[in-house]
């Protein structure tokens, strides 16, 4: 059992947003590439903007939920790695990746002035995965998964503003494998751990009469303090260690405005991730590893940037049932060329999404959204991790499914 | 409402399965072998790469990888006390190797690979027993290196009692029985476990005996039980041992002071335990009460010295009154005799290996067992040549290399004779 709601509910290995963050999490925000915090108007506003949850029908509860299925492409490189015995032709292809993710949103009543949301997403998620000699030596399997438990409690100030405060509650799982046999190097690892760490969000809301909406959020930083074993082998004789590493969900900050123009809704969006605080790439270990193996006990320099990403959302109420919905974002990658390597080769990205939703009765709506996620080319040269080459395709294409259900 | 908290049972629900899992890889995939289990495979390129790095080979020399299996062995130490202990066979293989290393190898083993048996050396640290030391590093160093990369030989090293399996068993150390006794039954089980796990040994099972330090003395101590057993030793190559103990200790109790005083407090240590005497009869305190913490297998040599003294006897000293000025009739000086390894005539060659330097076993103790097995007990052929002169074919050489300096330049001459005499042997190669 425990392996079946793994498997179907944290298969979340997956990264359409920068480096390894998922901002895709209710069908709006798949539809409008997450440009869905200060227009949210449903229960995953849980998520986006809890504190436009006080301006919700304070006599109703809302809830949605859904399930995204997420296509990552093969990501091809063409080049050279440079190895102890020099530089090798390591051009290949990573496998693809297939991945469906659910997510459920809840918004109470109103209780006087307070209200409280609840959610189940995945915030951040990555898989890499690679069956070619070299970078097998690197990432044979690279994976972070994340399940996060959002509660949120909202007051509303006055008719046009309110604040919230959650707590995110954070489970994940990290697996590492490698295996550097295919090109005479005797190492291999295989390490696998989980933690459950905590966070919190803020946000704010300020709606103007004139229909201008102002918002934001902002969400902290998450330290996953991954711990667990590591079967570290050389010459294919192994043994296990208890093992640990530190990787960020990192603290983000969103503002964003909409407008509502007679049938349409126009909101953009802009978000500042704090990358910077992965520096470093560390795994330590109880005990001292022997000579042979100090490489996996070295800390391996990240060095990551804080990046910009700019979001733009339409809705266009085609008629009192159908609403049309599209989107696009330019997502700036965190990782500086110098330390791009296998686990995650990532690029700065164009996202490109349309949606439609329906009203099929006065409590029921559904819809369906798709996204494309282009990841521009990336050179590599003069690199700390030894790549000469350029990484090309990639990206990802998300197609969202879900329904709204108020009562 | 209700809704409300079926969501929240739900999703921690899922919350808490889900966060019970996942944090371990499973069990380890490590090459399963009957008998035994695999500690160690460096492939060839890898062990090449290090011994080009230090000096030790060229791209043209052939160099083999090896796996180290460690294997475990009952054996009696000196007082007839079942002992289980473990050793090491390190086995040479061609992973990773070029064409030319592979064919060679498959030609050797196609004809049987002889086993060469190497005694170790002083340790008094479980970190540095062979089946431990080799898990824990790839340093191309030590007789596995020596002898089965570089010359093609399965190599034995038993981890003596005391050590590895058997490190809650003080050390046996310079006992004439414990040694030959755990050396002959490592033997024997690895043979077995060659035979299980399909490794080609030699049909005729030909063995090359060597050991340095102590390892020279046990494997004296060896060779008498392993000619006693008929087992088909080709050549002996004793280096730079303590063969006559009475003399050594002779010395150490007529001097005032002595450098490395671990060496004799731990044959004290090790006398008293086995012949079920006071230890505070050989050794002063505060130095008696503290051996056995000293000698549980925790230190290194260096530690160990720091913890006693280099004066000999006297106030302070390291040995009692009592042992300095009554050695000749005591209960020790009896033992020590009857543990001397010179005790028997050889039957296969022996070709013993000293450095004149030696700083610490005097050249001359090699000098006097040669001459002992030879004009004494009529050896068919015990040959003695200084190190110096091997290494640089000068006979009148002025270098002169100490204890420490003397061992790795001894096991490359002792690989060379083995490697030269087993061409002489029906193998050929």
């Given amino acids: 059992m425990k392996n079946i709601l793994i498997s179907s509910i944290t298969a979340i290995s997956i990264a359409s947003g920068a480096a390894y963050k998922l901002p895709e999490q209710s069908l709006k925000g798949t539809a409008l590439s997450a440009a869905n915090v200060a227009s949210c108007n449903g229960a995953d506003c849980a998520y986006y903007n809890p504190a436009n949850i006080s301006f919700l029908d304070a006599n109703s509860q809302y809830f949605e939920g859904g399930l995204t299925f997420i296509h990552l492409p093969k990501v091809s490189y063409k080049g050279e790695q440079r190895l102890i015995s020099g530089s090798v032709d390591a051009t290949a292809k990573t496998l693809t990746e297939d991945v469906a993710i659910p997510y459920l949103h809840y918004v109470s009543k109103a209780y006087g002035n307070l209200r409280y949301s609840i959610n189940l997403t995945v915030p951040a998620g990555l898989s890499k995965r690679w069956n070619s000699p070299v970078e097998k030596l690197y990432a044979q399997e690279f994976t972070l998964k994340t399940i996060m438990i959002n509660p949120s409690v909202a007051y509303k100030i006055n008719s046009n503003l309110s604040l919230a405060l959650g707590a995110n509650i954070v489970y994940s799982e990290g697996k590492v494998y490698s295996d550097g046999k295919d090109v005479g190097i005797p190492l291999k690892r295989e390490m696998e751990g989980d933690s459950i760490d905590y966070g919190y969000n803020l946000a704010a809301s300020w709606h103007l009469d004139n229909g201008l909406k102002l918002a934001a959020t902002y969400r902290s930083k998450v330290k996953l303090s991954e711990e667990g074993k590591a079967n570290l082998y050389f010459g294919g004789v192994g043994k296990k260690y208890d093992a640990s590493v530190n990787i960020y969900i990192p603290a983000a900050l969103t503002l964003a405005v909409s407008k509502d123009i007679k049938n349409w809704t126009l909101e953009f969006v802009y978000e500042r991730t704090f990358w910077s605080s992965y520096k470093t790439l560390d795994f330590n270990y109880k005990e001292n590893l022997p000579a042979t193996l100090q490489s996996f006990d070295t800390p391996i320099d990240k060095n990551w940037k804080d990046t910009n990403t700019f979001r733009v959302g339409a809705q266009y109420r085609y008629n009192k049932k159908l609403t049309l919905m599209a989107g696009y974002s330019y997502d700036q990658s965190p990782i500086p060329q110098k330390y791009l390597s296998y686990e995650l080769p990532d690029s700065n990205a164009h996202i490109f999404s349309a949606g439609f939703k329906y009203q099929q009765n006065k409590n029921l709506s559904w819809g369906i959204a798709v996204l494309y996620d282009y990841k521009t080319k990336r050179s590599v040269d003069n690199n700390a991790n030894g790549l000469k080459g350029k990484f090309t395709k990639g990206g990802a294409i998300l197609i969202t499914s879900g329904f709204d259900y108020k009562f | ?429």
């Fill in chain 2, 1 to 429: 409402m209700k809704s409300v908290f079926k969501l929240l049972i739900v999703s921690i629900t899922i919350f808490i399965t889900i966060g019970c899992g996942g944090s371990d890889p499973g069990a380890l995939k490590t090459e399963a072998v009957k008998g035994g289990k695999l500690i160690a495979n460096v492939p060839s390129n890898i062990l090449k790469s290090e011994l080009i790095k230090k000096g030790s080979a060229d791209k043209n020399t052939t160099v083999f990888g090896f796996k180290a299996y460690k294997i475990p062995y009952t054996t009696t130490d000196d007082n007839g006390k079942e002992v289980q202990a473990s050793g090491v066979m390190v086995v040479p293989t061609s992973e990773n190797a070029d064409g030319q290393t592979i064919q060679k190898l498959e030609y050797m083993k196609a004809k049987g690979l002889a086993l060469v048996v190497d005694c170790h050396g002083t340790i008094f640290s479980n970190d540095e027993a062979p089946s431990v030391s080799i898990e824990n590093s790839i340093s191309a160093k030590g007789a596995g290196v020596i002898f089965s990369s570089m010359s093609g030989f399965i190599t034995l090293q038993p981890d003596y009692i005391g050590f590895g399996d058997s490190k809650e068993h003080y050390q046996a150390y310079l006992l004439k029985k414990s040694s030959a006794n755990s050396v002959v039954d490592f033997t024997k089980a690895a043979i077995a476990f060659a035979k299980a796990n399909n490794i080609p040994l030699v049909a005729t099972k030909d063995i090359y005996l060597t050991g340095y330090s102590q390892g020279g003395y046990v494997a004296l101590a060896a060779l008498k039980k392993f000619e006693a057993e008929q087992y088909h030793i080709i050549m002996t190559t004793p280096m730079s041992g303590p063969y006559l103990l009475n003399p050594i200790a002779q010395k150490v109790l007529s001097s005032d002071t002595i450098n490395v005083p671990s060496f004799m407090a731990a044959v004290a240590y090790s006398y008293a335990l086995t012949y079920n005497h006071n230890v505070n009869e050989l050794i002063q305190e505060p130095f008696a009460s503290k051996l056995p913490k000293l000698y549980n297998g925790s230190l290194t040599r260096p530690e160990i010295d720091k913890e006693l003294t280099k004066k000999i006897k006297g106030t302070g000293g390291l040995f009692t009154d009592s042992i300095a000025t009554n050695y000749q009739n005591s209960w020790f000086q009896k033992e020590l005799q009857a543990n001397s390894v010179v005790d028997f005539t050889p039957k296969a060659p022996v070709e013993m290996l000293h450095c004149l330097g030696d700083d610490v076993i005097d050249y001359r103790i090699s000098q006097a067992t040669q001459d002992t097995f030879v004009n004494k007990l009529a050896a068919n052929y015990v040959h003695l040549t200084p190190v110096e002169v091997a290494i640089t074919k000068d006979p009148q050489t002025k270098l002169r290399l100490g204890h420490i300096a003397c061992a790795l330049p001894s096991y490359k001459v002792a690989a060379f004779m083995f490697a030269t005499m087993r061409k002489t042997t029906p193998l050929g190669y």
